[in-house]
């Protein structure tokens, strides 16, 4: 059984980075997708971005494109989630998710559907100052 650590969020300023930790136990991540997804409250759970692990190909959702970077170590068994040039707007529980994805799916496309995702981790708060 995975299970999923999330870490790094915290209280950053408009304009700064934040660099967000999936840390991975269980198992190893090869051969999954691991997408980043994020939920501000009274909002729905928005996909980021997605990571096929094996083949090391990302995918992102529009908005987040050129601000957003997904990445993934596998001797550390961690994926990462770099945000620059951080917004009021990106204030939110930010999760990493994973599913098997033995084609490499992940890095092609990011499915928004949270139920095929069976392994979730915590969340870590992202809180952006004006």
Do not use: M
Request: aromatic content about 12%; glycine content about 12%; overall charge neutral.
């Amino acid at each position: 059984q995975v299970q999923l650590v999330e870490s790094g969020g915290g209280l950053v300023q408009s304009g700064g980075s934040l660099r967000l930790s999936c840390v991975a136990s269980g198992g190893t991540l090869d051969y999954f997708a691991i997408a980043w997804f994020r939920q501000a409250p009274e909002k729905g759970r928005e996909a980021l971005a997605s990571i096929s692990t094996h083949l090391g190909q990302t995918y992102y959702r529009d908005s987040v494109k050129g601000r957003f970077t997904i990445a993934s170590d596998k001797a550390k068994n961690t994926v990462y989630l770099q945000i620059d040039n951080l917004k009021p707007e990106d204030a939110a529980v930010y999760y990493c998710a994973a599913r098997a994805d033995e084609w490499g799916a992940g890095g092609y496309t990011l499915d928004p559907n949270i139920g095929l995702y069976p392994f979730w981790g915590q969340g870590t708060q992202v809180t952006v100052s004006a």
